[in-house]
């Protein structure tokens, strides 16, 4: 019954390692007080991410935002 989501979950999961970076690396930023590259990095991806939903979430549906997030993670 499950089976649908499958398509998300492999999205979601190729996304995961490239978030788990980005956390410690963001962390580092924020003690070196980086703050200003952090706000833009974030900014950037949120355009992205944006920008691909546009685009993938009527081609691919749910699976199409799942995409969309990896895409903006790196």
């Known amino acids: 019954e499950f089976l649908p989501a499958a398509p998300t979950l ?3 999961g190729a996304a995961l390692p ?3 970076v980005m956390f410690a690396l ?4 924020l003690a070196i007080g980086k703050e200003r ?3 833009t990095r974030y900014a ?3 355009l992205f ?3 691909f939903s546009i ?3 009527p081609l691919w549906g749910v699976p199409g935002a799942a995409a969309a997030l990896m895409f903006s993670e790196f």
Do not use: E
């Open 10 to 12: 492999r999205w979601l």
């Open 37 to 39: 590259t952090v706000v």
């Open 44 to 46: 950037a991806a949120l």
């Open 18 to 20: 490239a978030t788990f």
């Open 55 to 57: 685009f993938l979430v």
């Open 49 to 51: 991410n944006i920008t």
């Open 26 to 29: 963001v962390n580092v930023m």
